[in-house]
Nanobody
Framework: QVQLMESGGGSVQAGGSLRLSCSRSGITYNHYCMGWFRQAPGKEREAVATLYIDGRSSKPYYVDSVKGRFVISQDNSKNTLDLQMNNLQPEDTAMYFC????????????????????WGQGTQVTVSS
């Protein structure tokens, strides 16, 4: 049974940093996609960053609004998927979710209409001005 659990959310002032971590268990596939998504009140869920995991160095995807500020990475020693968020802005305020999809092949999908098949419960990130 696949389980994902996020941690690391919180409240910061604009310009601050947070590191989100997604603990993953039960994934038995060698090729799958993982990503961080966010949803703010009244807004559509969006893919923030995704990474295809296949034992090779895959190029991550970032939504334009976080490029140069956020970094997605794996910590294989802890079996986590992390999201380092720097220079946070009030528009980054949202519930952040970790998700995995075991059906995709060679690349992730970031379209709003595609729903990954495993999700965490989410962690709140609040950025004040």
């Amino acid at each position: 049974q696949v389980q994902l659990m996020e941690s690391g959310g919180g409240s910061v002032q604009a310009g601050g940093s947070l590191r989100l971590s997604c603990s993953r268990s039960g994934i038995t596939y060698n090729h799958y996609c993982m990503g961080w998504f966010r949803q703010a009140p009244g807004k559509e869920r969006e893919a923030v960053a995704t990474l295809y995991i296949d034992g090779r160095s895959s190029k991550p995807y970032y939504v334009d609004s976080v490029k140069g500020r956020f970094v997605i990475s794996q910590d294989n020693s802890k079996n986590t998927l992390d999201l380092q968020m720097n220079n946070l802005q009030p528009e980054d305020t949202a519930m952040y979710f970790c998700a995995a999809d075991t059906r995709l092949w060679e690349q992730c999908l970031e379209e709003p209409g595609y729903r990954y098949n495993y999700w965490g419960q989410g962690t709140q990130v609040t950025v004040s001005s």
